[in-house]
């Protein structure tokens, strides 16, 4: 399946960690939204978010040492999309600047609110207004 992501994380509690290229950066304690695309495959790529053992390689990968997946919502595209729903959740939560977005003019993809409940439900809003199908990908 070709399409897009997100990938939602809980830190349970706050902590510096470093992130790459990014340097340290500090985390607060709560809820994390990755926006992600993956046009050769979602599941793998998903998969491998997922998988503890990985070469550390995206911004998301070093975040994934400390933070634990607790929720995956995945839509089909054959547009790229992401930026587009990075760009309506950037207006509507607080962001760390330049996460996952060094191949993009996005100012993040990564977006953080204490609540998972509003963050999910803004994530799945935002997909809907895209014309995206979103649903929920097991985790564990």
Same mark, same amino acid.
């Given at each position: ?9 809980? /830190?349970?509690?706050? *902590? %510096? ?10 985390? !607060? #304690?709560?809820?994390? +939204? ?29 975040? /994934?040492?400390?933070? *634990? %997946? ?10 790229? !999309? #992401?930026?587009?729903? +990075? ?54």
């Amino acid at each position: 399946m070709r399409g897009i992501y997100v990938l939602v994380l809980r /830190l349970p509690f706050s *902590l %510096p960690i470093p992130i790459g290229a990014l340097g340290k950066i500090d985390f !607060k #304690e709560g809820y994390y +939204a990755y926006v992600g695309s993956a046009m050769s495959g979602v599941e793998q790529r998903v998969n491998r978010h997922l998988r503890q053992e990985k070469n550390l390689h995206w911004h998301i990968d070093y975040l /994934l040492l400390r933070a *634990l %997946p607790c929720d995956v919502i995945v839509a089909e595209t054959e547009e790229r !999309k #992401e930026c587009e729903l +990075a760009t309506r959740l950037a207006k509507r939560f607080p962001y760390v600047e330049g996460f996952g977005s060094s191949d993009c003019g996005c100012k993040s993809h990564l977006f953080y609110c204490p609540s998972s409940h509003l963050l999910l439900k803004a994530v799945l809003e935002a997909m809907n207004e895209l014309g995206l199908k979103p649903r929920r990908w097991k985790v564990g």
